[in-house]
């Protein structure tokens, strides 16, 4: 008799051993999980490796100059950069160096557009960093006098009046200051250099543009084609005064119109007391305008026309001292101001001029360059 079970090719034995079924691989398709993984481990490669060999660029850039530094303050180049005894975070940079004895002067340089970044006191930002360079020129005792070199078209009204506050105070310190003018200084820049005893422009300089102006962007229509409406709630009716996602109303243009009055007046006043001028006269050139430098001298808005060098020839003067010692100052590093720096590129920096430009801000600016 033959068992059926243990013969393979009786294939009608119904109560053989039932073979191992075996799920088939589902067909993942173009998109499946292969493709997928690959797709995001190209993503992270793209993203991860410039950020890493950046990062390491910028260890390896602040490590060199920080040796170069430190060799250059302890070798032969000492006298040509050293920190400054005042002001910790600042490096004085001889420009010239001059006779023995005659004394220094500083020059302290308001370059671009004033913006309200930073602290007076911390010299963090734009506005941080030239206000410290004040503060360390008004309590070195070498420093005799201060060239406050301009070449700004304005920015912030804020920044701008803190900055001529810090001009104010050097010369209560009995430090003469002239303001030399680049190619431009008009509005906020021109604020600034009110504060000054002299003020000094180069032939080609752009001068004045006296006034105040407070930019209103409106993104609603672009955001309605986008399908997106905003809803604040409020604690107010002018909460959200000057919102980019409405319409204003008459009543928010009245009320910030007036808020414009009072900065403009205060404006023609610091103009009006810092040369000397009756305030009608210098309303009446308080309507936005530029001028070229004679005209700018034939008003009063400037002393004298010369380049830096005249300006140096005029401390000198003003000091009663020949070649004397120039020097100006710059930040010293730090490893976290290169990686801010490094976090402050077209990404970061397309955010902040979003956010500015959609809050209405006060304004000292010119901009018809």
């Known amino acids: ?51 890493l060999l950046i990062g390491g660029f910028m260890l390896v850039m602040y490590f060199a100059l920080s040796s170069s530094l430190d060799s250059m303050e302890s070798g032969s180049f000492s006298s040509l950069v050293q920190s400054s005894a005042s002001e910790p975070n600042l490096r004085e940079r001889v420009l010239r160096t001059g006779a023995s004895g005659a004394g220094t002067i500083a020059v302290v340089t308001v370059h671009g557009a004033i913006d309200g970044n930073g602290s007076p006191l911390d010299g963090t930002g734009s506005l941080g960093f030239v206000s410290q360079q004040l503060r360390a020129a008004a309590r070195s005792s070498a420093v005799k006098a201060v060239i406050l070199q301009i070449d700004s078209p304005g920015g912030g009204l804020t920044a701008s009046d803190l900055l001529h506050h810090e001009v104010e105070l050097l010369r209560q310190r009995g430090k003469p200051v002239i303001a030399w003018a680049g190619s431009t200084m008009a509005s906020g ?44 709630v409020t604690s107010g009716a002018h909460k959200d005064l000057g919102s980019p996602f409405r319409e204003m109303t008459p009543e ?84 976290g101001d290169l990686f801010n720096e490094a976090g402050a590129g077209a990404a970061g920096a397309a955010v902040r001029a979003a956010r500015e430009e959609t809050t209405p801000q006060t304004m000292a600016v010119w901009d018809g360059r």
Not at 34 to 46: D, F, H, K
Not at 267 to 293: H, K, Q, T
């Open 252 to 335: 928010e243009r009245r009320i910030l119109e007036n808020y414009i009055a009072v900065a403009h007046a205060r404006f023609v006043g610091i103009v009006a007391e810092g040369r000397d001028l009756p305030p009608e006269r210098v309303r009446e050139m308080a309507d936005g305008s530029i001028f070229v430098p004679a005209v700018a001298l034939e008003r009063g808005l400037i002393d004298s026309i010369g380049y830096i060098e005249d300006a140096v020839a005029w401390v000198e003067d003003r000091i009663g001292e020949s070649n004397m010692r120039i020097i100006g100052y710059r930040r010293q590093l730090s490893i």
């Open 1 to 51: 008799m033959i068992d059926d079970q243990a013969n393979p090719a009786n294939e009608s034995a119904d109560y053989r051993t039932p073979r191992p079924y075996h799920h088939p691989t589902p067909d993942r398709g173009f998109l499946g999980n292969t493709v997928l993984q690959s797709c995001l481990v190209a993503g992270c490669v793209t993203v991860f490796v410039p950020v």
């Open 189 to 232: 820049g021109y604020y600034i250099a009110v504060a000054a005893e002299s003020i000094m422009a180069s032939p080609t300089t752009t001068i004045g543009s006296i006034g105040v102006i407070m930019q209103h962007f409106q993104v609603q229509e672009m955001l309605a084609k986008l399908g997106i409406r905003v809803d604040p």
